[in-house]
């Protein structure tokens, strides 16, 4: 054979193994792809009632008053909100899971109907201590948390440190993974604003002086729907007040993560780090919900969970953002009901 043809055939060996690679690496990440969102997304649920026909009831721990929703009989379910909520996330979940189970929606210090500390301290730690000061006032025992974004950071860290009093969880939206992990699944969209509001002054003017999270437009967002009027004040109204949009600056801030993408060191990224450990080695029952695209749950925050939940049922939704609850709460809840159903089985 000679020299050329010699040359043209290595070229052209090469050439079907980096295409033969091509196709067996699109197929495995297509399957993977497959296996995370089974089948054509679910489009958001209709019908999805606005109204919120609780009673508020206020229970006061130290200085603050914490402002609760409370229904049904039997172990407690504590359904936790994350930013910018409050219990009104919940609203269509509490009356489809209240058969046999005393459901607790609560809003955090600073958040919905609860009281603003005086020294604007609504740091994770500050939330866990009236968490756990909550439970014991109620005497709540054996306790299935259910709980997003920051709710997720207290609720992670109370079955962590407390596992003997959990049940269960159910979470979505939920940062559990290492913070290098976390920042390099977020969408560019996230990491941009989090490069806004990454300092003091930067966080000040976009939560505080524009009052992103009390603007319609910032609803939507994490909604990833269009709400009915009626729903936008219970969501916007508590940051009417420009002192409590401080809790909004005030409290965790993962913004910081922006500054070295994940990998420095900050108490956030700490926080994280103990949490991934925790829910790694934790044995306590996981329902897991997410959605296509979701916010702070990406696909690889999916596929994180997938590999590392010891103890855990999957659920995809379909189509979401970042409040799973204003897309598909009737199929959260119907799944909710069939996997607590089976906990004492």
Known sequence: MSRPLDRYMKKMIKMLLVGTLSIVSTAVVYGQAQEIYPGKANKVE????AGF?????????GSNK???VESGEGDPVLLLHGLPANAYLWRNIIPEIDDDKKVIALDFLGFGQSSFPTDRNVSIEVQYKMFTDFIEAKQLKNVTLFIQDIGSLVG???AIREPQNVKAIALFEAPFMPADYMYDQLPFSF???????RTKKGNERWMVKKNFAGKKLAVNFFTGRKLPKEAYQYYTQPWEVEERRYAITNGPDPAVLSYTKGKGESDFASMLDTISTGMKNTEIPILYFYAKKGLVNRKEAVEYAMENFQNAEFVYLGKGKHFLTESHPKRMSEKFNEWYGKLDN
């Open 46 to 49: 209709d019908d999805i009632s």
């Open 191 to 197: 990491r941009a604003f989090m490069k806004l509001t």
């Open 66 to 68: 914490v402002h609760y």
């Open 53 to 61: 026909p609780f009673e508020s009831r206020f229970l006061e721990i």
């Open 156 to 158: 992670m860290l109370y």
